[in-house]
């Protein structure tokens, strides 16, 4: 997993002149699976509005990682079981993003970078988008680019160093349907090239007659991706509540489809506590070159790393938040992850499909100012 927490974009009054306003905040977010990886991610972000046009935004984050991760696959026992790899992995991933807005009247125009650095991938990346207000900003029309240039390296291979680079597309729309009510629409397009195969995963087939193979991760040179997410938000003022609906649609040129729905309800126990409950479900199909076996033909794409199988997950969390004196808010986020081939939508997913169970956590506090 490469654990990752958007930076938090609170939409903050408009105060009279020139005077700043801003958020600063810091987030931990704790993963464990089980019997594997365990990640510890804290990440510092701010925010600030100043001379009534301008909008900066920044974070930084440290993941550190550590546990072991599925590297061979093999049917030496009669069927395709996950080897996990001998030596326990540790690794630290730096990264940071800044983002500037300008606005001009109803129209905003906005530049981001991004840099992260691991052992094992080097990233860079920088975007444009603009957004702009309509029908007495009811509605909010984005469109944006985004590029990242990326290189793929090895911890067991001190040779290679790989490019891959990606652009990416984005529009989308937010319209207020009511005084309690709005939806908002995006769709992102994305084409990718460079070298995507796994350094670390392995496949070992073994045969009824003649010699086994053994056979390294290898991927397509290139990924199309296209995806449609839908957001829905229904406030009940009687019930203190909010209704949050989000539908994402997924899929690519290497054959995997896959759906994402979560349900959730803020509640707004009272001026200073409210909760969330939500539960979110996943499912996805295959790539079209996944498979846990080697087939006798010795295809030259082939991989067996299960992120491609078919399969679904349940994911249910609680999160708690509570406002302090002084513009200080503290939230809590406790979660459970599961995915299974049996979660899988229509039918039973990848069958060498090895179930995950993870927990996860995240405490944040920030303050405005």
Do not use: C
Not at 52 to 68: F, K, L
């Amino acid at each position: 997993m490469r654990a990752a927490l958007a930076l938090p974009i609170i939409v903050v009054p408009a105060r009279a002149g020139a005077a700043d306003v801003g958020e600063i905040g810091i987030t931990v977010l704790g993963y464990k699976e089980r019997g594997l990886m365990k990640v510890t991610e804290p990440v510092l972000w701010g925010r600030a509005q100043f001379l009534d046009v301008w909008e900066v935004q920044a974070s930084a984050a440290i993941d550190i990682i550590s546990g072991a991760s599925p590297q061979l696959v093999t049917n030496l026992s009669g069927k395709p079981v996950n080897s996990i790899s001998g030596a326990s992995i540790t690794d630290r991933r730096k990264t940071g993003d800044v983002k500037l807005t300008r606005r001009f009247g109803d129209f905003a125009l906005s530049a981001s970078g991004a840099i992260s650095r691991e052992n094992d991938y080097h990233s860079k990346a920088f975007g444009l988008e603009g957004r702009l207000d309509l029908n007495e900003r009811n509605t909010t029309l984005v469109g944006g680019y985004g590029k990242s240039d990326d290189h793929v390296l090895s911890r067991d291979d001190p040779t290679l160093n790989q490019p891959r680079n990606t652009r990416e597309y984005l529009v989308g729309i937010t319209q207020i349907l009511s005084p309690t009510a709005l939806v908002q629409s995006t769709v992102t397009a994305a084409r990718g090239e460079g070298w995507y195969n796994d350094p670390y995963k392995l496949t070992f087939t073994f045969y009824p007659s003649g010699p086994p193979f053994l056979m390294a991760d290898v991927r397509p040179d290139h990924r199309d991706t296209w995806s449609w997410l839908t957001r829905y938000r229904q406030h009940f003022p009687e019930a203190h509540g909010t209704l949050q609906a989000e539908y994402r649609f997924y899929r690519d040129d290497w054959g995997i489809r896959a759906h994402t729905i979560e349900l959730a309800w803020q509640h707004e126990i009272n001026e200073r506590w409210s909760l969330r409950p939500a539960l979110r479900y996943y499912t996805q199909d295959a790539a079209d070159f996944y498979s846990p076996v080697i087939p006798a033909s010795h295809p030259a794409i082939l991989s067996s790393d299960q992120r491609l199988g078919a399969f679904g997950g349940l994911s249910p969390s609680l999160r708690a938040m509570v406002r302090l004196d002084g513009g200080v808010v503290v939230e809590g986020t406790l979660g459970y992850i599961q995915d299974d081939r049996n979660f899988h939508f229509g039918s039973s997913g990848s069958e060498a499909f090895e179930t995950l169970r993870a927990v996860y956590g995240i405490i944040g506090v920030r303050r405005a100012f």
